[in-house]
């Protein structure tokens, strides 16, 4: 064979060879851990701070943040299992503590992939009204709310309060509101915009 055209085979063999193992040839994953993550978006941000944020400060953040970093949040969120244990004892007075009439109840479900499980009851207790959650487990978000729906919908529904756990028993004041109109508990995750979970009260 031909000096020069072995010399040319080798050449585009080296050519071909180098061009597959370029970094433009193939997809490279980024596996970066979380806390590097959210101190690369923001110098000493983390998943605590992140949560406690108000939503006005939250959303410039979350306007610059990759889905990849959205989604390693809620995998670390749902690793945290925040356990409350409110007894009805914190809402009834001993005197009349058999005075308490159930005006809704519903079971949870789990929305959008996330578990969801436990009953949601509205109390009137001495003339006011509660949210309670029994044997209530829902998987972990970052900044959990609780909504009082008319249609499952938070836009239309009132804002309670954050979810006090992810686990276990809790209570909810409902003073000066119409539980007449509302037919929905809704779990929602504040900064993502998400549904957890909802309990639908007949």
């Given at each position: 064979?031909n ?13 071909i060879?180098?061009g ?8 490279t ?27 006005i400060?939250r ?11 959205k ?23 001993e005197e ?14 789990g ?7 436990g ?14 959650f029994?044997?209530?487990?829902v ?11 008319p ?12 979810l ?15 539980t ?9 995750c504040q ?12």
């Open positions: 064979m000096k020069g055209i072995l010399i040319g085979i080798i050449v585009g063999i080296l050519v060879v180098g597959l193992a370029s970094p433009l040839f193939y997809e994953e980024i596996n970066e851990s979380l806390p590097i993550a959210l101190d690369n978006i923001e110098s000493g941000l983390t998943l605590e701070t992140f949560s406690n944020m108000d939503d400060q959303q410039k953040i979350i306007e610059k943040m990759p889905d990849r970093v989604d390693k949040i809620m995998e670390e969120s749902a690793k945290i299992i925040q356990i409350v244990s409110e007894d009805m004892d914190e809402m009834i007075k009349s503590r058999n005075e308490f009439e159930i005006i809704k109840t519903g079971t949870f479900e929305l959008a992939g996330h578990q969801a499980e009953i949601a009851k509205i109390l009137e207790v001495n003339g006011k009204s509660f949210l309670r029994e044997e209530f487990d998987t972990n978000g970052p900044d959990l709310r609780v909504y009082l729906t249609n499952g919908n938070v836009h239309d529904g009132v804002h309670l309060d954050k006090k756990g992810s686990k276990g028993n809790q209570n909810y004041s409902l003073d000066d509101i119409d007449d109109i509302y037919d929905t508990v809704v779990i929602y900064p993502f915009g998400a549904y957890f979970g909802q309990a639908k009260l007949n």
